[in-house]
């Protein structure tokens, strides 16, 4: 073979090489198109079912406080008010007030369906304010219901046959009567951000699984973060290299890759059925997610220490410190910000865990606001599971609104550690 045609060959296969790289970069280009052309499908889907949520219907009353209807002792104490007053049939007198020509017994009652069925906690509250409003008539603008809510938005067709709707005619009739007499505004839904759930849409919010949720990561930051990292620090500092090391250090990998469901499982039968700790409190689901989320903090952990020189460790002992000292006024406080982040980085994926808290009953209808860590409570996740399975188109939109708030956190605790990598992080 002449040395052209070895040249020729030589350069033929380049040629392949070439080709054959240009068609995996054009492979890897095309698959971050797609996975970035999904991520925005599933955005655009979330935030467009979600966003209308962050805005409520209200419908402007004129409310007589009538002390017969609201105060029928004229004991004039708040408490008997409270447990004696018809404050939703205040609400209903205001409602035929505002439509006089509404006699029948089941027009009345579609009437009355305008409001929300929590107006008259909204009028309650608003007597507690300002307990001079009895005996006086003021206009007020109390909670629409639902399906007003969902009509006002658009997410019910009105050019739907009227059978095929849940919202009748006549009830648009009503609701473009008050928004011809600026009586029907939208407003920020100030509820969804400070309320806990509730079996009305209208009056769901979040506060209360967000509390929960806060105080089943303080439980799980306070717990797995020490014991994390003094265990990273044992197993690659000081723990001998043999078989029972060996063996810690396999499962602490296994236990990364434990479906989380199984945790759960484990909290269910130790915590609860063994310890009889309460169910559905953020103690219990703290302690859950710390038995998660402790693989991933030991082995960031590990790995932050890794990443410190030697020449720190062999500088510290030859100028006399020892060894305990070599690691905890050197090693560490170098290690501490790849730690934090490992850290953050656990805590943002105990914060979307659903199915190991579902096990510890987490799942209950909650709707006080929880006041410490062994109180009732729920978490966003579970709160977004249980919207998902509700069927009112309202709770479609909240759902999503929930979501779009989860994501925020997600995001916000997934930024701050790379922050703080990008802040700290030392390069050797």
């Known amino acids: 073979m002449s040395n052209q045609e070895s040249m020729n060959r030589v350069r033929a296969g380049l040629a392949r090489r070439y080709a054959a790289e240009r068609r995996f970069r054009m492979y890897g280009v095309i698959a971050i ?41 004229g004991s004039g104490d708040m408490k008997i ?33 305008l409001v929300s069925g929590g107006a008259g906690f909204e009028l309650r509250d608003r007597l507690h304010a300002d307990p001079g409003l009895m005996g006086r008539t003021v206009s007020i603008w109390v909670t629409a219901d639902a399906e007003i809510d969902m009509v006002v938005k658009g997410h019910i067709d009105r050019e739907v046959p009227e059978d095929d709707r849940r919202v009748k005619d006549q009830t648009i009739a009503w609701i473009d009567a008050l928004v011809a007499e600026d009586r029907l505004e939208k407003r920020f839904n100030i ?17 209360g699984a967000a509390v929960g949720s806060v105080y089943t990561l303080i439980v799980t930051l306070v717990l797995s973060f020490p014991i994390g990292v003094a265990a990273a620090i044992y197993l690659e500092e000081f723990a001998p290299t043999n078989r029972f090391t060996d063996f810690i250090e396999v499962n602490i990998n296994n236990l990364a890759a434990v479906p989380s469901i199984v945790f759960g499982l484990l909290g269910l039968a130790v915590f609860i059925n063994f310890f009889g700790m309460p169910r559905s409190a953020p103690m219990v689901g703290g302690l859950v997610l710390t038995l998660m989320t402790l693989p991933t903090i030991i082995i960031a952990s590990r790995a932050a220490l890794k990443s410190v020189p030697p020449s720190i460790r062999e500088a510290a002992l030859g100028i006399g410190a020892s060894k305990m000292q070599m690691v905890f006024h050197h090693v560490l406080p170098l290690a501490m910000p790849g730690m934090l982040t490992g850290a953050i980085i656990g805590m ?81």
């Open 348 to 428: 943002a994926q105990a914060l979307g865990e659903t199915a190991p808290l579902l096990m510890i009953g987490m799942v209950a209808f909650i709707v006080d606001i929880p006041g410490g860590v062994f109180d009732p409570s729920t978490v966003l996740p579970v709160q977004i599971y249980l919207w998902a399975d509700s069927p009112e188109r309202a709770f479609v939109e909240r759902t999503s609104a929930a979501i779009m708030v989860l994501l925020a956190f997600l995001v916000t605790m997934n930024a701050l550690a790379v922050l703080l990598r990008k802040r700290f992080e030392k390069r050797w």
């Open 191 to 207: 509820t969804f951000f400070t309320a806990g759930d509730s079996r009305n849409p209208e009056q769901a919010g979040i506060w």
């Open 81 to 113: 008010i409270n447990r004696t007053g018809d404050f939703q049939g205040v609400i209903k007198q205001a409602l035929r007030d505002a439509f006089p020509g509404v006699t029948k017994r089941g027009d009345k009652r579609n009437l009355y369906g």
């Open 33 to 73: 198109l797609l996975s970035l052309a999904f991520l925005l499908m599933l955005f655009v889907s979330i935030i467009g079912n979600g966003y209308t949520a962050f805005q409520q219907t209200y419908i402007k009353l004129d409310v007589n406080f009538d002390p017969a209807m609201l105060d029928p002792t």
